[in-house]
T-cell receptor
Framework: DAGVIQSPRHEVTEMGQEVTLRCKPISGHDYLFWYRQTMMRGLELLIYFNNNVPIDDSGMPEDRFSAKMPNASFSTLKIQPSEPRDSAVYFC?????????????FGSGTRLTVV | AQSVTQPDIHITVSEGASLELRCNYSYGATPYLFWYVQSPGQGLQLLLKYFSGDTLVQGIKGFEAEFKRSQSSFNLRKPSVHWSDAAEYFCAAMDSSYKLIFGSGTRLLVRP
């Protein structure tokens, strides 16, 4: 089991550029979550999917942020245009149906720096 | 609003000493409760979880946590800390929405 795989591990981009973060959940996991971690705000849930369908995107900060899950093995979080205040570590996590209340499995994160 | 509070930003203990990290929650009903650990540059690893039943739960790496309904608390403990335990610890809670809400974290420093 390779765990939750996120790419890239690090991303440095210039303000105004589009950024795409990628996540491959654990095979068979029906729930996928995107979190953002910053010093000021801690760990914030941005959006989560169940069976590839977005269930709650109330944590997405602005229209510049969008997330998709085209299939059960892949999700993207896109920021367009990026701003320096988007600099953070973005985590993806997944969980199986029926065991989501057992907690999630997190990926190693993508550290985004917008300059 | 639902929330999880970790009142200690930093805690420093000597290696071999006991440890207690505090966590309080504010939910309408008793949520599912969790402790995660994050080492520098790493993701979050689940240490232990509480659903119901025995209020003292055992986790990995020698950690345990005690649920106290009367105090809305779920404190993490370890009888003897090792230098490798230095990390950031997050308490979290989940209700029936399956949304995991995290506290602000407590950074543990271990003195040799």
């Amino acid at each position: 089991d390779a765990g939750v795989i996120q790419s890239p591990r690090h991303e440095v981009t210039e303000m105004g550029q589009e950024v795409t973060l990628r996540c491959k959940p654990i095979s068979g996991h029906d729930y996928l979550f995107w979190y953002r971690q910053t010093m000021m705000r801690g760990l914030e849930l941005l959006i989560y999917f169940n069976n590839n369908v977005p269930i709650d995107d109330s944590g997405m900060p602005e229209d510049r942020f969008s997330a998709k899950m085209p299939n059960a093995s892949f999700s993207t979080l896109k920021i367009q245009p990026s701003e320096p205040r988007d600099s953070a570590v973005y985590f993806c996590a997944s969980s199986p149906e029926g065991a989501v209340n057992y907690g999630y499995t997190f990926g190693s994160g993508t550290r985004l720096t917008v300059v | 609003a639902q929330s999880v509070t970790q009142p200690d930003i930093h805690i420093t203990v000597s290696e071999g000493a006991s440890l207690e990290l505090r966590c309080n929650y504010s939910y309408g009903a008793t949520p599912y409760l969790f402790w995660y650990v994050q080492s520098p540059g790493q993701g979050l690893q689940l240490l232990l979880k509480y659903f119901s039943g025995d209020t003292l739960v055992q986790g990995i790496k020698g950690f345990e946590a005690e649920f106290k309904r009367s105090q809305s608390s779920f404190n993490l403990r370890k009888p003897s800390v090792h230098w490798s335990d230095a990390a950031e610890y997050f308490c979290a809670a989940m209700d029936s929405s399956y949304k995991l809400i995290f506290g602000s974290g407590t950074r543990l420093l271990v003195r040799p």
